[in-house]
Each structure stands twice: as C-alpha cells, then as structure tokens.
C-alpha cells in the first residue's frame, strides 16, 4: 500500500512537471512571434498613450514545496501551481476589427437584387390560364382556413374541380434506400381545357405551400429578403418549378455554408426536386367534392 502510494505522489509531481514546461514553452513561442508585430504597431500609433501588457510569468516546477508526512519522506504536492489564464493582450478591439470594404458590400447587394429578380421571373404566372387558376388557388386556400381551420390539399383539388378544373393529385412515392433525398410529397396537376397554340394542353403544377419549404431557423437577413421574393403558393410549368427550386437550393446551401453546417441530403438540390419530379408517383384523379363517410 505505501509503495503504491509512493508511485502515486511521483507521477503527479512529474505530471505537474512536464505541464508547467509544455506551457512554459509554448508562452515562449508566442512571445516571440506576437511581440515584434506589437511593438510595430505600437509605434505606428498615434496615441502614445496606448500601452500593451505582458502577461504574468508561468510557475516552475522547482516553486512546488516539499513536506514531510507521517508516513515518510516523499515530496507531495501542496498546492497547485500558479498559470496564466490566457495569453491574450490588452488589445483595443474596436480599432482592431475589420470592416467590410464598400466594394465588398456592393457586390453583396447587386448579387442578392439579381437573385431575387431571377426567383420573380421564375414564379410569375406567363400565361392568362396560370394567373387565374392561381387567383383560384388563393381564394380557395382562404376559404378553407375558414371553414376547416387548415389548408388541405385533397380539399383543394376538390374546390378547383367544382369550378371546371381538371386536376390530378399526384402524390411522390419515396422511401427506398435512398429515402432522405427521395422523398414523399402531394402536389397537383391541373390541365388546361382549351389547347395551346402548338396544339398542346397546357399543364401546369400548384404547390399551395412552396414557400414553406425553403424555411430555414436562423436564416441571416440576405436569405430573409431571398425568401420573401418566394411566392406562398407556385403556379406555372415544370422547366420553371424546376429552375426555381434549384436556385433555392443554391441559396439554401450557401446559408448552410456561412454558418459551417453540413447540408442535410433532405434540403439537396436533389432532395428538393424529389418532391415534385419524383422517379415514382401515384396518380389520383380528382372529383368535385371530396368523399364523404360511408354509410352504415
């Protein structure tokens, strides 16, 4: 029991040892390296009044007392040795930060006014059929806030089918293997009833929650501006959703990369897409009245 002991107080005095050179040494280091550039500086300065201060000298390992004890003469350990906390200088932060040049800022700016100009186009109804179904779409969406306390979409498809729409619910299967970027998702599909020029019906997807989303927590203000270019609800033709939804995706990864975090597979351009042009879909066609319970 006494050896161990013995062993014991040893190791810590040369644990406590080799602490106190390791950071000895290392205050040494930065002295050396954060010293001249200081001085310069100092002398740079107007102010001569500005002073820096050196920080206090570390503790030896020769300042450990030895003390005798009842059960024999081994050195222990009396208290810990005295460490500076930092090796920070009194610095006067506000003059050390570093301002943005204007340069800088107007490169920000002209970008983010280009982004939002480019999501206005994406979104903006191009034909006469887009913009009034999307009036549909809107005062529908109000009315069953009223009448169900929520906006559905099954509900929604009935109310455009009431009104002479032909719309289909297609629902994005998802799942598999891939299941985070391959994801589920309802949608509609509302066909036109008179041909286009070109002899083609005109098809076009309604999302009645897009803007939802692309929300993120903690968005900075630049991404804010971004998502209030973003309509509520998208109206319009594929090629278009599929631009939008792919420059969000640029800007949704950006933010993620200005605040160091890992862009999840679910918020991927891929990922995104997988809502509305999944690889697997179901297709239901609507009626004009949603279905009511069965009768006993």
């Given at each position: 029991y006494t050896s161990r002991r013995n062993f014991i107080k040893r190791s810590?005095?040369?644990?406590i040892s080799l602490r106190v050179a390791t950071v000895d040494g290392f205050q040494q280091v930065a002295m050396a390296v954060v010293m001249p550039a200081l001085v310069t500086r100092q002398h740079a300065r107007k102010d001569s009044n500005t002073r820096w201060h050196r920080p206090q000298t570390l503790?030896?390992?020769?300042?450990?007392e030895d003390t005798k004890t009842s059960c024999g003469s081994e050195p222990v350990v009396e208290q810990a040795v005295p460490v500076s906390e930092s090796l920070l200088f009194e610095f006067d932060l506000a003059e050390e930060a570093v301002e943005a040049s204007p340069q800088t800022g107007r490169k920000d700016a002209e970008r983010l006014r280009h982004v939002v100009e480019q999501l206005r186009g994406y979104?903006?109804?191009?034909?006469?059929?887009?913009r009034q179904l999307l009036l549909d779409v809107q005062r529908f969406k109000r009315q069953c806030l009223r009448e169900e306390s929520r906006h559905d979409t099954i509900v929604l498809a009935a109310k455009l089918c009431g009104i002479g729409y032909r719309v289909i619910v297609r629902e994005a299967v998802g799942g598999g293997p891939n299941c985070l970027s391959n994801l589920r998702h309802t949608f509609l599909y509302v066909a036109a009833e008179q041909e286009t020029r070109t002899g083609a019906v005109?098809?076009?997807i309604v999302e009645p929650h897009f803007r939802e989303h692309f929300e993120i927590a903690n968005a900075?203000?630049?991404?804010?501006?971004?998502?209030?270019?973003?309509?509520?609800?998208?109206?319009g033709s594929r090629e278009c959703l599929f631009s939008l939804v792919s420059s969000l995706c640029h800007e949704i990864a950006h933010e993620?990369?200005?605040?160091?975090?890992?862009?999840?597979?679910?918020?991927?351009?891929k990922g995104m897409l997988s809502k509305w042009f999944?690889?697997?879909?179901?297709?239901?066609?609507?009626?004009a009245s949603p279905p009511g319970p069965s009768s006993p």
């Amino acid at each position: 029991y006494t050896s161990r002991r013995n062993f014991i107080k040893r190791s810590i005095v040369v644990l406590i040892s080799l602490r106190v050179a390791t950071v000895d040494g290392f205050q040494q280091v930065a002295m050396a390296v954060v010293m001249p550039a200081l001085v310069t500086r100092q002398h740079a300065r107007k102010d001569s009044n500005t002073r820096w201060h050196r920080p206090q000298t570390l503790g030896r390992a020769t300042d450990i007392e030895d003390t005798k004890t009842s059960c024999g003469s081994e050195p222990v350990v009396e208290q810990a040795v005295p460490v500076s906390e930092s090796l920070l200088f009194e610095f006067d932060l506000a003059e050390e930060a570093v301002e943005a040049s204007p340069q800088t800022g107007r490169k920000d700016a002209e970008r983010l006014r280009h982004v939002v100009e480019q999501l206005r186009g994406y979104s903006r109804p191009s034909t006469d059929f887009q913009r009034q179904l999307l009036l549909d779409v809107q005062r529908f969406k109000r009315q069953c806030l009223r009448e169900e306390s929520r906006h559905d979409t099954i509900v929604l498809a009935a109310k455009l089918c009431g009104i002479g729409y032909r719309v289909i619910v297609r629902e994005a299967v998802g799942g598999g293997p891939n299941c985070l970027s391959n994801l589920r998702h309802t949608f509609l599909y509302v066909a036109a009833e008179q041909e286009t020029r070109t002899g083609a019906v005109e098809r076009v997807i309604v999302e009645p929650h897009f803007r939802e989303h692309f929300e993120i927590a903690n968005a900075c203000p630049g991404y804010m501006e971004i998502l209030d270019a973003v309509p509520v609800e998208f109206v319009g033709s594929r090629e278009c959703l599929f631009s939008l939804v792919s420059s969000l995706c640029h800007e949704i990864a950006h933010e993620f990369e200005i605040k160091g975090l890992m862009l999840p597979p679910w918020r991927q351009v891929k990922g995104m897409l997988s809502k509305w042009f999944p690889a697997q879909a179901r297709d239901t066609e609507c009626e004009a009245s949603p279905p009511g319970p069965s009768s006993p």
